[in-house]
């Protein structure tokens, strides 16, 4: 248990999925707005003009797109990890060693339930401000299970003092 915290995810780590498709809405809609306007400002504009919008447009949707994707959630010998980022200077892990795991849990809606998309909360014991607070995951509720089982088999085990 006294092992440090990787920079990346190892080969004995449990994934906990990622983003649902509820995380990409969003996008949609600006991508549908992005080229209702660009096509607007080409036809009552310079073409030039609906362009680099669009082009703009389409550059952040794709960085959002990217970003997105690369939300994972896992777990191993040491805690429950978040990793996320795609340019260096924003890549990088997060997480709750399981001595310092409160507790997970997922928030339910008709939403949520009828998408398969939840909200999850892994909470430390000691700060709030080291939590895992992540939306739109997929199949959240399921990943809650996963970690409070393994913590809680931990527990019993006498793994955690």
Known sequence: ????????????????GGKSWTAY????????VAVIVSAALMHYTHAWIGLVVLFLALL???YQFAVI???RLYFDDVGVWLYS?????????????WRDLDEAVFYQSMWSWVSKSYSIRIGHRFTKSSEI?????????DAVVAINEHHQAMIRAGALN
Do not use: C, E, F
């Open 1 to 16: 248990m006294d092992q440090g915290i990787t920079t990346h995810i190892t080969k004995d780590a449990t994934a906990l």
């Open 25 to 32: 809405l969003r996008l949609a809609i600006i991508t549908l």
């Open 60 to 62: 952040y949707v794709g």
């Open 69 to 71: 994707r690369s939300y």
């Open 85 to 97: 980022g795609i340019l260096p200077w924003n890549k990088g892990i997060a997480g709750v060693k």
């Open 133 to 141: 607070m992540l939306d739109h995951w997929a199949r959240g509720n």
